[in-house]
């Protein structure tokens, strides 16, 4: 009897250890009711911007509150890596925010699951829809609908530190591939304390890898998204001449987080960095000698990406809700507030209309918005994650480790048409 | 023969009663602790067994599928890698562990020690710190060119790969600190399992002229082999459910590397939003845990020795 009680004891502590695991999964996908609102209209809208840009999208929507007095909007702003952990089971269980920020690249994965509203009626009626800039419009499309109104618009280009260049006798930040490659051998160095040519990362990081792939002719799937792109000849050469540079000559560290490239960079470790706007106040702070140029010209094109950042509302919302939210969207895109917004952060206005003068107060808006003309949005459809994230980073990080090029996109590009056949 | 039988009749039925009312209120001490368990792990367990019956992904509603998210499994070549990692990580970390901490408590258990409490306190610290924020910590060590580590073996000549970057290098860095943090834990244990060993056993086998490493072989691992079997056990199931230094460190990359059994969990949920799939992964990691628990436990408890 004794020996039986605890064996079972036994049994069950290690039942219960071994659940634990098992128990955090089935917990946080149970529901839980949502509670009613009425009268005056109070919104609750998600966000990650918790980078320098916060501060001024705080005043903007305390400005909003202001000078709207029947809706108020409760913005919580966290990690973006906390905001796609929670959005998706709050949504599920009721109890999800009003309306969202979100990268447009994660749109589509969210809208096919029917969690966003439509907004192809607002786009017909808003004062602002038709100066918005293109890429800004196309971005915010998942097949054909709707779904996002931008926030912003962040095309990226070569932070070059002017210091690190001028000790390496360069005169100008490099124009073409031949040039830039050239430039990172002479500017990168081992030994004690070691210097990169460019910080050039591939994990959790703006894309800075397909620009590469892009300005060769080639990519990581075709227009229409239906299709790999990493076998073909053009995507295997980019992969095979950088990823040479970096495995040879040193020119970047191997298989970094776009955290570490931005503090080698900021750490004058790193002469070039592909980055967006955000950028510019911490490599200011840190008193960083930078310029900006343009993303050196490719064998095929001149291409850049361009972040696109993008409002969106709940599917569960009621009518006067969405009308609130619908109306906080004109605010934000109206001229005056995207005058502030890009003075104040540097990021290129999300409309067209915006006059050289009226963003003098900083130089850099002005690059970035030229900047912009060659730039489009990284886009992978409903099959983001799958796509970016679990097949084409990894493939890369094998190959910055010695893989072979050739074969190991290969199979990254069988694994891609798996995912987009599967859709 | 008279007295037994009067013993009996007087309190066998006095004892039932009381022994219900006992059990009785034995029961209801245990409510609370009983309700918390419900909510939190009875119930979440047997509904994430329902939903590793299913199709369910937050939307779209569910659907019941059988097993076919375990057979998915066994095709599935990320579980095999991960499977693999994750026995990586768990065989390397408990055995150093546990050693370590078993050399280390044998050392600070000695009187006379100068500076024993210090050292102690000093190697029990990391327990105390969240693994999260230590996790943070070794990673910004470990940043190349930049971290801390890294600089000071580049300033004495030895150039170390960027450890969390590389491939084969990742996950030796992260079972590292998976050592450092739980070494004092275990340590702590050992030295209390120590103390409680009579010092006249020692002292006997002294007399019978037994050397250090006969009374450490023949007085200290048999008497010790309870603490050791706690000790083991709880290790290994921490080791097997490792994730939250490796999210932090690493995220499971590079390439995968130091993708974790609960690492897949964690990305098959809540990144790819299949908790139909993750869930069936998180059931056959407590099978994996159970299993290996119940051989720890015969195979120590066979070896529990009183003297």
Redesign the interface.
Known sequence: MQVRTRRTL??S??????????????????ASPKAASSGHITLTYWNGFTGPDGPTVKALVSQFNKTHPNITINMSIMPWDTF??KL??A??SGSGPDFVAMDTQQLP?YAN???FVSLNSYFQKSPNTAVLAPGAVSATKVNGTQYGVAVNYAPLMMYWNKTLFANAHIAAPPKNWPQWMADAVKLSH?G???Q?GIALAD??TVPMWPILLWENGGGIVNSSISKGMLSSAQSVSAVQQWSNLIIKNGIA????SGA?AD??FQ?Q?AAMEINGPWATTGYTQAKVNYGLAPVPSGPARTLTLTDVTSMSINAKDSPAKIAAAETFFNYWNSKATQITYAVKTGFVPTRTDVTATELKANPDVALFEAAGHDAVPYQLGSQF??ID??TW???I??IL?GASVKSTLATANQQINTYLASK | MARQKLRSRLWYPWSTRMRRRRTLTAYLFMLPSLAVLGVFMFYPLIRAGWLSLTNYSFFGGSRFIGLLNYRNLIHDPQFWRDLVNTLYYAGVVTPVSVILALALALLLNRKGLPGRGIFRAAIFLPAVVSFAVSAIAFRFMFTPSIGFITYWLAQIGINVPDWLDSVSFAMPAVILVGIWKNVGFYMVIFIAGLQTIPKELYEAASIDGATRWRRFVNVTIPLLSNTTMFVTVISLIASLQAFDQIYVMTQGGPAFSTETLVTLVYRQGFQNFQMGYASAIAYVLMALVLILSLFQLRFFSRRTVKY
């Open positions: 036994r049994a502590a290690a039942l219960l250890a071994g659940a634990a695991g098992a128990a955090t999964v089935g917990g946080l996908a149970s796609y952990t998706l089971p949504l599920a994965q699951k029917g969690v081992g004690k304390s070691p990169y994990n959790n560290p191997k298989n970094i570490d503090s080698l750490a470790k994650t799958n994230t679990d980073t990894p493939a990080e094998k480790d």
